[in-house]
């Protein structure tokens, strides 16, 4: 069964750092683009990062730049999250995608993943 599984999200306080791990079973992950998106109640997904199947091209969205970095290990078929300085808007169900090409567009995700909770709050 192919899936991908989202790990590491829970509670932080604001100003503090959680790593999203994202493991593949089925999926070759570096045959893929990968990104990372987020939805929080009420709102639209949103694409958050996106990192090439080789790793040598990233993009961020403004809303983490600076923040947040994406990162891969093709080798533990896995891809990263690094979130540093979270913010209480930062609070949604993060989701791993494989995409088509990168970009931070919901249109072009080719397969997600099930999603974890973050949640920034003191």
């Known amino acids: 069964q192919s899936q991908l599984v989202e790990s590491g999200g829970g509670l932080v306080q604001p100003g503090g750092s959680l790593r999203l791990s994202c493991a593949a079973s089925g999926f070759t992950l570096a045959s893929y683009a990968t990104g990372w998106f987020r939805q929080a109640p009420g709102k639209e997904r949103e694409g958050l990062s996106c990192i090439s199947s080789s790793g040598g091209y990233t993009n961020h969205a403004d809303s983490v730049k600076g923040r947040f970095t994406i990162s891969r290990e093709n080798a533990k078929n896995t891809v990263y999250l690094r979130m540093n300085s979270l913010k209480p808007e930062d609070t949604a169900v993060y989701y791993c995608?494989?995409?088509?090409?990168?970009?931070?567009?919901?249109?072009?995700?080719?397969?997600w993943g099930q999603g974890t909770q973050v949640t920034v709050s003191s």
């Open positions: 995608a494989l995409l088509l090409r990168c970009t931070l567009v919901v249109g072009n995700v080719h397969y």
